[in-house]
């Protein structure tokens, strides 16, 4: 079973370069987030789903953007990168409509912006 | 901002219990407890969640107290392997999120 699948794995980028992170879930869940973790932080939620063509911000939306037209792939877009959204990108999946149901992760993103 | 309160960090000898606490005195009454982990920077692991009533499953027991404002999450064998930041989580209401803290770095030590 493949889950929540991320990629790329790793990225470098330039300051000022933009990007697309992908994520796919096979589970056909509703709910799909994007976090983000910076070095012994816990996590930060940047934007959240609760379906197709649904969005809404999260703690730590300004630099990135998302979009949801289908219910499998949420990706996350950084347009003008910076050095402080170097940090590791996590998205999530949960069934939704209760909150007796659990997230499921990828295994991230490793971003560098130098 | 997180409405749970952890310890930064645990030790726990190998092959006993791991008792992680956890203060949520601000829980709402649909509000769940959740308990996910983290190893090595891969993405957090859902361990286990609950309302009201104490919860069990293959990797962990959750005692919550009764008026809701604390928990526990209980190893009862602790591994190496169970080496982790472990997140207790409130789940909000609006759009089902998870905010999370800062975790408690439990370190199991033979």
């Known amino acids: 079973n493949a889950g929540v699948t991320q990629t790329p794995k790793f990225r470098i980028l330039k300051i000022g370069q933009s990007m697309t992170l992908q994520c796919a879930q096979d589970m056909n869940h509703n709910y799909m987030y994007w976090y983000r973790q910076d070095p012994g932080m816990g996590l930060k939620l940047i934007y959240y789903s609760v379906g197709a063509g649904i969005t809404d911000k999260g703690e730590v939306p300004n630099g990135y953007n998302v979009s949801r037209s289908t219910t499998e792939d949420f990706p996350l877009r950084l347009e003008l990168a910076a050095p402080s959204q170097t940090s590791v990108y996590f998205c999530?999946?949960?069934?939704?409509?209760?909150?007796?149901?659990?997230?499921?992760f990828g295994n991230g993103t490793r971003l560098t912006v130098t | 901002d997180a409405k749970t309160t952890q310890p930064p960090s645990m030790d726990c000898a190998e092959g006993r219990a791991a008792n992680l606490p956890c203060n949520h005195s601000t829980i709402s009454g649909n509000e769940y407890v959740y308990w996910y982990r983290q190893i090595h920077s891969q993405g957090p692991q859902y361990i286990i969640h609950g309302l009201k009533n104490n919860e069990t499953n293959e990797m962990a027991s959750l005692i919550i107290t009764e008026d809701r404002k604390s928990s526990t999450l209980i190893l009862p064998h602790a591994t190496l392997r169970d080496t982790a930041v472990y997140y207790c989580?409130?789940?909000?209401?609006?759009?089902?999120?998870?905010?999370f803290g800062a975790g408690t770095i439990l370190r199991v030590k033979s």
């Open positions: 999530a999946s949960s069934t939704g409509t209760a909150l007796n149901s659990p997230l499921h």
């Open positions: 989580i409130v789940r909000v209401f609006e759009g089902n999120k998870l905010v």
